[in-house]
């Protein structure tokens, strides 16, 4: 989503508290859309199916994470400099890390 862009998601359905108790799990489980569980017109729930909320969780915790990491100033630093070198062709292959931890001398 691009800030101030309204989003606009077609997977997701308005249904009343009465068409919820006309649901069964058959028909849940073929619905591909995220229900908006409304009463007169006021929202009261979401019902999504359950691999899409392990996602989100996922991505939210993802995002937490990375949120945490850069408000930590010596490791935000920590990362820059790491970008930098790697930009700068500073690093080191994967094989001589591995090789290094290993004990045994690098295969060139």
């Not at 969780?57 to 949120?67: D, I």
């Given at each position: 989503?691009?800030?101030?862009v309204?989003?606009?998601?077609e997977?997701?359905?308005?249904?009343?508290?009465?068409?919820?108790r006309?649901?069964?799990?058959?028909?849940?489980?073929?619905?591909?859309?995220?229900?908006?569980?409304?009463?007169n017109n006021v929202?009261?729930?979401?019902?999504?199916k359950?691999?899409?909320f392990?996602?989100?969780?996922n991505?939210?915790?993802?995002?937490l994470?990375?949120?945490?990491?850069?408000?930590?100033?010596k490791?935000?630093?920590?990362?820059?400099e790491?970008?930098r070198?790697?930009?700068e062709?500073?690093?080191?292959d994967l094989?001589?890390i591995?090789a290094?931890?290993?004990?045994?001398?690098a295969?060139?």
């Amino acid at each position: 989503m691009i800030e101030g862009v309204p989003y606009i998601d077609e997977s997701i359905s308005d249904i009343g508290v009465s068409q919820l108790r006309k649901l069964n799990a058959t028909e849940l489980r073929k619905t591909k859309k995220t229900l908006v569980v409304r009463d007169n017109n006021v929202p009261l729930a979401v019902v999504l199916k359950y691999e899409q909320f392990l996602i989100m969780q996922n991505k939210l915790e993802s995002a937490l994470k990375t949120v945490d990491l850069l408000t930590k100033q010596k490791d935000a630093q920590a990362v820059l400099e790491s970008l930098r070198d790697t930009v700068e062709g500073k690093g080191k292959d994967l094989a001589d890390i591995r090789a290094e931890l290993a004990g045994v001398p690098a295969e060139r």
